[in-house]
C-alpha cells in the first residue's frame, strides 16, 4: 500500500487525531485506519502461542528468557537467528527477517493469541512516524487478518499532557498505540519514561571522565525504570490469558530521581567521583548526527527530551500498582558497576 492511498496519512498526525487513545476512539479515529488497512478479522485457533518482537533486544531478550520454560509455545521474529542463545532455540519457533514485512508478519502471527510488539531503533528513518507508525502497519494488517486477540507494546508516558504533540519518538509511540488498538485488539500498552539503562551508553565517559551528559535540567525529578522491570511486567500479561479491553500500564520504576541525585548515587555506588553535566540541545543533536543518525531522527529526539524537560514524564501519578521495584541503586550496583570494571 503506498502512502497516498493510505487513509492515515503524516498529515494526519498533526493535529487531535495522535492525542487519542485506544477504545474510546476506536469508533471514530479507527474507522479510517480500519479502511486504510484493507483487512477483516479471523479468529485465531492458535493454542496461547506468544509472538516475541525484539527477541535478541534489552527488553525482549530478558522477556524471552522469562517465558521460554513456561512450556507455552513461543515464536519470535528476529533478523539474525544465530543471536539468540542456542539453549533458548531449541524451545522456540524462529521467523526469520524484520517484523516490518508484511510477509513476516503474516506468517508469524498464524494461530497466534498474543503478540509483544516493539518497534526496534531506525536511526537512518525519514521520520518518527515512518520509524513507529508505517513500520507497524503490516503488523496491523496481520492482527487483522489471524484473528491476533491481544497485543502488548512498548510505547512513552505522556499521553494528555500540553507536551504530547510535539514530543518526537514519544508522538511517533502515542500515534503508533492508537494505529493498534483501531484493530480492536484486546491491547496492553505499556507507557514508561526514561530506561536507566541508557545510561549504560555512556560507560566510557563515567569511567574515563566521571561524568555524563544529556540536555536535561539536572535538578529536574522524574520517573526512571529498569528494563528487567519492563520484561517482568510484560511477561506476567503475556502469560496471562484473562485480560481484555483497551488500557495504558505504566511503568514507572520505584522513585522520582534528578540526574544530579543520581550522580551521587553513581558516585557512592562506583567509589568515585561522578557527575552530572546538562549539555545544550544543540550539542546533543550534534552527537547524534556524527554518529550516523539522519537530521529528521536527531530532531525527534531533541523534540523528545525538550518535551522531558518541561515535564513530559511528570504526568502520571505514582501508583503501588505502576510502581516497580528495581531502584537506580541496585541498577547501578548490578549492571552499571560490572559494565564500568570491564
Known amino acids: 500500500m503506498t502512502k497516498k492511498e493510505d487513509s492515515f496519512s503524516n498529515t494526519d498526525l498533526q493535529d487531535v487525531e495522535r492525542r487519542r487513545f485506544l477504545g474510546g476512539v476506536v469508533a471514530t479515529a479507527g474507522v479510517g485506519i480500519l479502511a486504510s488497512l484493507g483487512a477483516s478479522a479471523t479468529p ?178 522524574f520517573p526512571t525504570v529498569a528494563t528487567r522491570d519492563i520484561a517482568s511486567v510484560a511477561a506476567q500479561l503475556l502469560r496471562d490469558q484473562s485480560w481484555s479491553g483497551q488500557h495504558e500500564v505504566a511503568v514507572l520504576g520505584p522513585e522520582d530521581l534528578s540526574f544530579n541525585e543520581m550522580a551521587d548515587i553513581m558516585t557512592e555506588v562506583l567509589g568515585k567521583p561522578v557527575r552530572y553535566q546538562q549539555i545544550s540541545f544543540d550539542d546533543f543533536k550534534a552527537g547524534f548526527v556524527q554518529r550516523g543518525m539522519s537530521n529528521a531522527m536527531a530532531n525527534a529526539m531533541i523534540d523528545m527530551y525538550k518535551a522531558k524537560n518541561e515535564g513530559l514524564d511528570n504526568g502520571v501519578q505514582r501508583t503501588p500498582e505502576n510502581t516497580t521495584p528495581t531502584t537506580f541503586r541496585q541498577w547501578c550496583e548490578e549492571v552499571l558497576s560490572p559494565s564500568i570494571a570491564q
Open 44 to 221: 485465531s485457533v492458535g493454542k496461547n502461542r506468544i509472538v516475541i518482537t525484539t527477541p535478541t533486544g534489552n527488553i525482549g531478550s530478558q522477556i524471552l528468557e522469562t517465558i521460554v520454560a513456561s512450556g507455552v509455545p513461543i515464536r519470535v521474529i528476529e533478523r539474525n537467528p544465530s543471536r539468540i542463545p542456542a539453549t533458548v532455540r531449541s524451545h522456540i519457533e524462529i521467523i526469520q527477517g524484520s517484523h516490518s514485512d508484511p510477509a513476516v508478519v503474516d506468517e508469524a502471527f498464524q494461530n497466534t493469541d498474543t503478540v509483544f510488539w516493539l518497534c526496534p531503533p531506525d536511526a537512518q528513518a525519514q521520520s518518527a512516524i515512518d520509524a513507529y507508525v508505517d513500520f507497524t502497519r503490516p503488523a496491523c494488517q496481520a492482527i487483522l487478518r489471524h484473528g491476533v486477540r491481544r497485543v502488548i507494546s512498548v510505547s512513552a508516558l505522556g499521553r494528555n499532557t500540553p507536551f504530547a504533540a510535539n514530543a518526537g519518538y514519544v508522538t511517533a509511540s502515542l500515534a503508533m498505540d492508537d494505529l493498534i488498538a483501531s484493530t480492536g485488539v484486546n491491547f496492553r500498552a505499556l507507557t514508561m519514561p526514561s530506561f536507566m539503562d541508557n545510561i549504560a551508553r555512556q560507560i566510557v565517559p563515567i569511567r574515563e571522565r566521571g561524568a555524563f551528559f544529556l540536555p536535561i535540567d539536572g535538578d529536574r525529578k
